[in-house]
């Protein structure tokens, strides 16, 4: 069991198959649907991925209008973004986006930052490089980031500034570090660090990213809370086999692009792995108590985390009655077994 409690979240995927308005709305309204039942149950966060086009896996590209939508829906659960893509981002719009949906949420939303790994063939869509992602990055958050303090927007005057105010926003911002430089950078702002689920190993490449991120937050801000969501993928049931044999019709056939996918992010170890092997290295699968072992023996999260993101994402369609099944099993059997209860540990 990990030394301090964990607050636990969620992560779904928006996939449809369908090109119809009314079947994408629709989905859209069995997701909302979804995080109002984790509402309900107590669980801390829910967090919604932005995939640029049809040639993503689950393409959503809009994450902050829903947001709003869901608030509406909610009266408690955290809203974050796990992650908007800021290289295609201006990062003043962004931040006077953010601002408004923070007022309109009573604060309820959390801005997860990334570099677009997993939109790669979007860049050229947006006149962009994709190898440029890093240093986009670097310099839109910078800018991000003094938006959101308040500091002027016209350089060397004092001209604008951002309304509504930024500031809870810029408590509330996280970054997806895919580097100890990068997640140096995160604690040096105080932001967050988000950790995803199988670009890299957690124990040779997300443990010390974590490690990091704790010694950069600490001398540049003592004192200050960390903020470390580890997000992985959970496939819960009966048990292993059960949940093997669920899983293998879909995840078998994906299984090379998956490994492809963490491949651009350096990690080669998925290669060439079948479906079980597959299961025993990335994701948290089997009864609670299997899911429980993994969580409480996670190098990235005994590092040092302070947030648990469950991702439901595997299957080609969204079903709303498996998410809500999955979410439910979440609350009421996973999180007890990690030592779980609603509001336990605030933000």
Do not use: C
Request: aromatic share 8%.
């Amino acid at each position: 069991m990990p030394a301090q409690s964990l607050r636990i979240g969620f992560a779904l995927n928006f996939r449809t198959s369908s090109r119809d308005i009314e079947d994408v709305a629709r989905v859209y309204e069995e997701v909302l649907e979804t995080i109002a039942y984790a509402d309900e149950l107590g669980i801390d966060s829910v967090w919604v991925g932005q995939h640029h086009f049809d040639n993503t896996d689950g393409p959503f590209a809009s994450p902050l209008p829903f947001l709003v939508a869901a608030a509406n829906r909610t009266s408690r659960i955290t809203l974050g973004t796990g992650i908007t893509t800021v290289p295609f981002e201006d990062p003043l719009r962004l931040a006077e986006d953010a601002a408004v949906v923070d007022a309109l949420t009573g604060g309820r939303v959390h801005l997860g930052l990334g570099t677009g790994g997993a939109n790669l063939d979007g860049f050229a869509a947006f006149g962009l490089r994709s190898e440029q992602r890093h240093a986009l990055f670097a310099q839109k958050v910078a800018k991000l980031h003094a938006a959101l303090d308040g500091k002027s927007l016209v350089d060397g005057a004092d001209g604008p500034h951002l309304y509504p105010p930024g500031s809870r926003v810029r408590r509330q911002l996280w970054q997806a570090a895919t580097s100890i430089a990068s997640a140096t950078a995160a604690g040096a702002a105080s932001d967050g660090l988000q950790q995803g689920a199988f670009f890299d190993p957690a124990d040779t490449g997300q443990a010390p990213k974590v490690e990091a991120y704790l010694e950069a937050l600490e001398r540049s801000h003592p004192g200050a809370t960390p903020r470390v969501a580890v997000f992985r993928f959970v496939y819960s049931g009966r048990d292993k086999e059960t949940v093997l044999r669920q899983v293998e019709p879909v995840l078998g056939p994906r299984l090379p692009a998956l490994a492809e996918r963490a491949a651009t992010g350096g990690n080669l170890k998925l290669r060439g792995l079948s479906v079980r092997e597959y299961l025993d290295l990335v994701p948290f699968y089997g009864s609670p108590d299997d899911i429980a072992e993994r969580v409480a023996t996670d190098p990235a999260i005994t590092a040092g985390a302070t947030d648990f993101v469950a991702n439901f994402s595997y299957r080609d369609e969204f079903d709303a009655a498996s998410a809500r099944a999955r979410v439910h099993s979440l609350a009421t059997e996973i999180g007890p077994a990690i030592g779980w209860r609603p509001g336990a540990v605030h933000w």
